[in-house]
């Protein structure tokens, strides 16, 4: 299946600061990639849909302002965490749309996710 | 009504018992349907597709499709402690977001 890179894994910050997670498709384009967080023994939330070239979409209560997201290229999508608080620790998982030869194999592959911890 | 439903679970099943996931859908245009699985602490990985009616199998996994009920059913033959995750069913619409179940947990006991 397609490979989707994250990086950072893992990252602590302090409250205050500013946290950039990278989400990459290592061996096809993505037009679409997803940015969905996830706490505790909780279900995927999807926050954004990111499109490469133009403004991510931000699902009801996603603040556009806190959560930065670029998508500059095929294969790289950015989510920045803005004036980060221990309220925004949280799993961090990007995914990436592939159409592969039509609707009917349209899927979306994860990547392996960034586990936010600020203090 | 929520585009996905799941039985949220606990689901609990013997090693080497069969574990049956059930997943209903609203959108009677949706054309195809997905299983992921995610352990604990880590990301959704594609476990299978199907977007024909009927069964598809993969090792010990068997996809089942009903159209006409609007229900995906996942099997998991010969359960193993290994397959103890949550598993979430997915349908992408005609549109640009996936709708994603609320996963149902599975714990399969040695």
């Known amino acids: 299946g397609a490979v989707v890179s994250q990086h950072p894994s893992r990252v602590i910050c302090k409250s205050g600061t500013s946290v950039k997670i990278e989400c990459r498709s290592l061996?096809?384009?993505?037009?679409?990639m997803f940015w969905y967080r996830q706490f505790p023994k909780q279900s995927l939330m999807l926050m954004a849909t990111?499109?490469?070239?133009?403004?991510?979409?931000?699902e009801q209560g996603v603040e556009k302002d806190k959560f930065l997201i670029n998508h500059a290229s095929l294969t790289l999508s950015t989510l920045t965490v803005t004036s980060a608080h221990p309220e925004d620790s949280s799993f961090y998982i990007c995914?990436?749309?592939?159409?592969?030869?039509?609707?009917?194999?349209?899927?979306?592959?994860f990547g392996p996710g960034t586990r936010l911890t600020v203090l | 009504q929520k585009e996905v439903e799941q039985n949220s679970g606990p689901l609990s099943v013997p090693e080497g018992a069969i574990a049956s996931l059930n997943c209903t859908y609203s959108?009677?245009?949706?054309?195809?349907f997905f299983w992921y699985r995610q352990y604990s602490g880590k990301s959704p990985e594609l476990i299978m597709f199907?977007?024909?009616?009927g069964d598809k199998e993969d090792g010990r996994f068997t996809a089942q499709l009903n159209k006409a009920s609007q229900y995906v059913s996942l099997l998991i033959r010969d359960s193993q402690p290994s397959d103890s995750a949550t598993y979430l069913c997915?349908?992408?619409?005609?549109?640009?977001?996936?709708?994603f179940g609320t996963g149902t947990s599975l714990t399969v006991i040695p």
């Open positions: 199907i977007y024909s009616n």
């Open positions: 959108d009677r245009g949706s054309q195809s």
């Open positions: 990111s499109n490469e070239g133009s403004k991510a979409t931000y």
């Open positions: 995914s990436a749309r592939v159409l592969a030869g039509g609707p009917v194999t349209d899927t979306q592959y």
């Open positions: 061996d096809f384009q993505a037009t679409t």
């Open positions: 997915a349908v992408p619409p005609l549109g640009n977001q996936f709708y």
